[in-house]
């Protein structure tokens, strides 16, 4: 019951395979990650705007001002 069987071995190579094989999954899954965050936190910084800024084309703008 304490021993490792062949099946265990070749489970465990396969999970390391699939987490550090090939082009490096987990850099690039962290890179996607960072990119998205990225993402939210510059649209939260644009939804700082008044809504008649956001809403109303130059002309009228200029017209609602005075």
């Known amino acids: 019951m304490g021993s490792f069987s062949i099946w265990?071995?070749?489970?465990?190579?396969?999970v390391f395979a699939v987490l550090f094989?090939?082009?490096g999954k987990i850099s690039s899954l962290m890179g996607d990650t960072a990119k998205g965050i990225r993402a939210f936190?510059?649209?939260l910084k644009n939804d700082d705007?008044?809504?008649?800024?956001?809403?109303?084309?130059?002309?009228?703008?200029?017209s609602a001002r005075g």
């Open 8 to 14: 265990h071995i070749l489970l465990v190579v396969v």
């Open 21 to 23: 094989g090939g082009r």
């Open 41 to 43: 936190r510059d649209g």
């Open 49 to 62: 705007k008044p809504e008649e800024a956001k809403t109303l084309p130059k002309d009228e703008k200029d």
